[in-house]
């Protein structure tokens, strides 16, 4: 083995414990990406614990119930957001994403973007501050596997696309 496969294998190791289960970076250009009307869109918010979200469907009464303490008056004002190449598929509810960082759930007062990246066609969940750093947790409520549970649900979502335009 000489330096130079020696280098090659350090730095793929590197690239694997940086790059660990995390699907890619925030596009930079998410801030021209669209912002949709959804249900919850319209609701403006996610609100506080406390809130009676009981005539909402059960999807998102559960999505109330998973981030309404993430801050004490509850997560604040949101915006769906959708790239350019993904709106026609998120339109159809047709699942067929291009690759890709494609859609997101800004929490606009906490400064935090929810994002579904498709890997050779199947979601992968991130969370990412408006900066680009991956806050994605290990467990809890900002945790890969939070998301996909609920997104996974076939009642309501399409390839983890849980929202319909209004
Ligand atoms: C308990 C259920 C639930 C959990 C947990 C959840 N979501 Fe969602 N998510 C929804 C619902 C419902 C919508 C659709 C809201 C709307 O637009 O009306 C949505 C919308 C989105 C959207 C906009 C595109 C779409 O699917 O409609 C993205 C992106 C998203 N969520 C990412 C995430 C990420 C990343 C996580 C984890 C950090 C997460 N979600 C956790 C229920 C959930």
Not at 56 to 67: E, G, K, N
Not at 156 to 162: I, K, M, T
């Given at each position: 083995?000489?330096?130079?496969?020696?280098?090659?294998?350090?730095?793929?190791?590197?690239?694997?414990?940086?790059?660990?289960?995390?699907?890619?970076?925030?596009?930079?250009?998410?801030?021209?990406?669209?912002?949709?009307?959804?249900?919850l869109a319209e609701i403006g918010a996610l609100p506080g614990c406390d809130a009676d979200v009981s005539?909402?469907?059960?999807?998102?009464?559960?999505?109330?119930?998973?981030?309404?303490?993430?801050?004490p008056e509850g997560p604040g004002a949101v915006a769906v957001l959708i790239s350019g190449p993904a709106m026609?598929?998120?339109?159809?509810?047709?699942?067929?994403?291009?690759?890709?960082?494609?859609?997101?759930?800004?929490?606009?007062?906490?400064?935090?973007?929810?994002?579904?990246t498709y890997e050779q066609g199947k979601p992968v969940y991130q969370v990412f501050s408006e900066k680009g750093e991956d806050i994605t947790g290990v467990e809890g409520p900002l945790a890969a596997g939070t998301c996909s549970a609920c997104h996974a649900d076939a009642a309501?979502?399409?390839?983890?696309?849980?929202g319909t335009m209004k």
């Open positions: 083995m000489n330096w130079l496969s020696n280098i090659f294998q350090v730095t793929g190791l590197l690239f694997v414990i940086a790059g660990g289960a995390s699907a890619g970076s925030l596009p930079e250009d998410w801030r021209d990406w669209k912002p949709v009307n959804t249900p005539s909402l469907p059960p999807i998102y009464q559960r999505t109330v119930a998973t981030y309404c303490n993430v801050r026609s598929a998120y339109m159809a509810r047709t699942g067929n994403f291009p690759d890709g960082s494609q859609t997101a759930l800004h929490l606009k007062d906490m400064g935090i973007l929810m994002v579904t309501v979502c399409v390839n983890g696309q849980c």
